[in-house]
Nanobody, 124 residues
Framework: QVQLVESGGGLVQAGGSLRLSCAAS????????MGWVRQAPGKERGFVAG????????DYTDSVKGRFTISRDNAKNTVYLQMDSLKPEDTAVYYC?????????????????WGQGTQVTVSS
């Protein structure tokens, strides 16, 4: 089992940066692929970024490529999402999710554990 707690959200102006952290507990973390998923008001949850169990492979939704970076530190049981050049359309609740597999997917329904979410608001 994996418990996830996100932090680092907040209010930032367009063009600014935030770094989200997701602290995990549970022995399965180091063997789990991780993902960040976001949900804007009135919209469905959508994949943002994913990383394999060892950090060897990452992927991003097209709208954040070149601006966001996902990484993980298995020694610290933590996954990060560095968000640069933020835009108002990035405003959403951001969720960290764990998948009991070495590989992530873009389908948020395939993740097994979820954090409570952290709000990111980008003002124009």
């Amino acid at each position: 089992q994996v418990q996830l707690v996100e932090s680092g959200g907040g209010l930032v102006q367009a063009g600014g940066s935030l770094r989200l952290s997701c602290a995990a507990s549970g022995r399965a973390f180091s063997r789990s692929a991780m993902g960040w998923v976001r949900q804007a008001p009135g919209k469905e949850r959508g994949f943002v970024a994913g990383i394999t169990w060892n950090g060897g492979t990452t992927d991003y939704t097209d709208s954040v490529k070149g601006r966001f970076t996902i990484s993980r530190d298995n020694a610290k049981n933590t996954v990060y999402l560095q968000m640069d050049s933020l835009k108002p359309e990035d405003t959403a609740v951001y969720y960290c999710a764990a998948r009991l597999s070495s590989f992530f997917t873009r389908e948020y329904g395939t993740y097994d554990y979820w954090g409570q979410g952290t709000q990111v608001t980008v003002s124009s």
